[in-house]
């Protein structure tokens, strides 16, 4: 299977794996928001009749991987593996939302870009023959993310025009092996490009878009000259949660390169919220993010052939509180996984 | 490649690849204990030279995966990904510790099972043939996980004598696709079964080895029935951090589905530190236990053929801070490995 690696960071699979159903959970705000009837389930309890923020997202972790799992008829019994991750230390949400399934699982850290992280894995699995079905799964909330990296939400601090709105959100992602293809389903995930940690020495945990564009930049590019390709070979490169601050800093840097790709670039945190009306500052964030825009907003326009050909790249802010307060810089990570209709 | 999927969680590798190179990292009291001259690199500073305990344990993980690449002569740039994780949020020593390596690289969270994890993912993308060699890295502090988990060191807090010592050590694994086989290497990893989350409602946090055990427990009986083997099929069955607390309940669990491991069972936690002399209480723990001993203690031994054929399974407890001050209970997941002389 050797020629499926290419370049240094990306692999192109032989045999493609389907992504054959995906779901999305948000909360109120996002209910409100420009994508708010795309969802498949809305909440107007942000707590979603649990106790705590915690619970919360798990329920929504839980109600998403149901969803996406529903929606084809698969069992959680035939899903080999399961990838999922969030925000929150120890990654609990996660721990705590997927533990129902009794699906073999791996743990997966990687901030904002996680949805990218988990899809790569679960692609990759599949495309090994490892199983028939695999699940991809990530979330974020508001209140648990204000909560583990600023406060809790009743000290109603502060926040700068360069801060994001982490999404209440699931999503999940149900990959299948292309030796059973799937009937109705026309969304391959062709290949892969697996982000570096690039550190442009910034430190400012309000300021994650202009963290993150670093990375962004890199994993494009790298994903451009791995796979002999420029900006004209996708209809639309997708990042996460650059934000309004990020996105212009991402084409800055990425002209740099010799690239254009304003005219298709298109961002999830600036998609999910209406930043005039919904007061949102630089847009939306967290794991969550990235995964409900495109299981409600991307994927079926892959499905449909409106869009042929899609790179899609959520970016991750590396840091907790402790990195933070202790002076560190603040990291970022991308990671490229290019959609296909088939 | 289907037949390389065995039962319900467990694959095993057509073209199984090598555990080329592995490397361990410890502080001061891991020196001083049974296996103190068994590790790669000590340090009587358990700073590292840095400024603080999350900086020691990125320090910890560079100097590892510099040392387990530089024991074969392969440089970073060979290695085509990267998995790691540790203990702290936002898993931020693997994030400040691989940076500097440059490889692309997946996050992970696992708890204490995290070294099993990486393993995984990092022979299953070998097998597939995603690249050469794949780099497998987990870490944990005494300092920055009392810190995390507990309090800071300063507070002097007491200890029940169920608490376990968090390792402070850093294990990284080189591991090398069949397709170019390591001529001096003696070691396979020629399968895995992933962990389930297993949940008997315990809610103990100074109690971990009684909330992973039935985790081991679940993840050592399915790799027998997956892969229609006995406790007599492995010369040792080794569990990352159960301690004398979680040895106990794993016998008596593991008894109760008909199989009798005690003869063949070590414990990474009741190995690496002198109960008796060291005050450790219930035994060593983090996710550094399990790979310090796996690469000073346990490798050794398959390469040279004392033993023929291990079941590796470093396990963990799915908790954090917040679920544990919650309210909610401590689900544990084990992974395991199987590591064969060649």
Same mark, same amino acid.
């Given at each position: 299977?050797? @020629?499926?690696?290419?370049?240094?960071?990306?692999l192109?699979? $032989?045999n493609?794996?389907?992504?054959?159903?995906?779901?999305?959970?948000?909360?109120?705000?996002?209910?409100? #928001?420009?994508?708010?009837?795309?969802f498949?389930?809305?909440?107007?309890?942000?707590l979603f009749?649990a106790?705590?923020?915690?619970?919360?997202?798990?329920?929504?972790q839980?109600?998403?991987?149901?969803?996406?799992?529903g929606?084809?008829?698969?069992e959680?019994?035939?899903?080999r *593996?399961?990838?999922?991750?969030?925000?929150?230390?120890?990654?609990?949400?996660?721990?705590?939302?997927?533990?129902?399934?009794?699906?073999?699982?791996?743990g997966? =850290? #990687?901030a904002?870009s996680t949805?990218g992280?988990?899809l790569?894995?679960?692609?990759?699995?599949?495309a090994?023959?490892?199983?028939?079905?695999? +699940?991809?799964?990530?979330?974020s909330?508001?209140?648990?993310?204000?909560?583990?990296?600023?406060?809790?939400? #009743?000290?109603?601090n502060?926040?700068?025009?360069?801060?994001?709105?982490?999404?209440?959100?699931?999503?999940?992602?149900?990959?299948?092996? &292309?030796?059973? &293809?799937?009937q109705?389903?026309?969304?391959r995930?062709?290949?892969?490009?697996?982000?570096?940690?690039?550190? =442009?020495?910034?430190k400012d945990?309000q300021?994650?878009?202009?963290?993150?564009?670093p990375a962004?930049?890199?994993?494009?590019v790298?994903?451009?000259?791995?796979?002999g390709r420029?900006?004209?070979? *996708?209809?639309?490169?997708?990042?996460g949660d650059?934000?309004y601050?990020?996105?212009?800093? +991402?084409?800055?840097?990425?002209?740099? $390169?010799?690239?254009?790709?304003? @005219?298709?670039?298109?961002?999830?945190?600036?998609?999910?919220?209406?930043?005039?009306?919904?007061?949102?500052h630089?847009?939306?964030s #967290?794991?969550?993010? &990235?995964?409900?825009?495109?299981?409600?907003?991307?994927l079926? $326009?892959?499905? $449909?052939g409106?869009?042929?050909?899609?790179?899609?790249?959520?970016t991750?802010?590396?840091?907790s509180?402790?990195s933070?307060?202790?002076g560190?810089?603040?990291?970022?990570?991308a990671?490229?996984?290019?959609?296909?209709?088939?």
């Open positions: 299977m050797e @020629e499926t690696i290419k370049g240094s960071q990306s192109i699979f $032989k493609a794996p389907y992504l054959i159903s995906a779901a999305s959970v948000t909360g109120s705000k996002e209910a409100e #928001g420009p994508l708010g009837k795309l498949d389930m809305t909440s107007e309890d942000d009749g106790q705590t923020w915690e619970e919360a997202e798990s329920t929504m839980k109600e998403a991987c149901v969803l996406a799992l929606k084809v008829h698969v959680p019994a035939a899903v *593996y399961l990838f999922g991750g969030d925000l929150l230390r120890q990654g609990i949400a996660t721990s705590m939302g997927v533990e129902g399934l009794q699906i073999p699982m791996f997966l =850290y #990687g904002c949805s992280e988990a790569a894995l679960a692609a990759m699995s599949a090994a023959g490892y199983g028939e079905y695999m +699940l991809a799964v990530t979330s909330h508001f209140g648990s993310a204000e909560k583990e990296f600023r406060f809790p939400l #009743g000290y109603a502060q926040r700068p025009l360069s801060a994001h709105w982490t999404v209440t959100g699931s999503g999940a992602f149900l990959v299948r092996s &292309a030796e059973r &293809a799937a109705d389903c026309h969304v995930i062709s290949g892969v490009t697996v982000g570096k940690i690039v550190d =442009y020495g910034l945990s300021n994650m878009g202009a963290c993150m564009a962004a930049m890199d994993t494009i790298r994903n451009f000259e791995d796979m420029t900006e004209q070979d *996708y209809d639309r490169i997708i990042t650059l934000g601050v990020g996105q212009s800093i +991402l084409f800055d840097l990425v002209r740099g $390169k010799g690239y254009d790709i304003r @005219e298709r670039h298109l961002d999830c945190g600036m998609t999910i919220f209406d930043q005039q009306t919904q007061d949102t630089a847009g939306g #967290g794991c969550g993010c &990235a995964a409900v825009t495109l299981a409600s907003f991307v079926p $326009k892959i499905e $449909k409106e869009w042929k050909r899609v790179l899609f790249v959520p991750g802010a590396l840091m509180t402790v933070f307060n202790e560190a810089s603040v990291p970022g990570i990671h490229g996984i290019v959609l296909e209709h088939c």
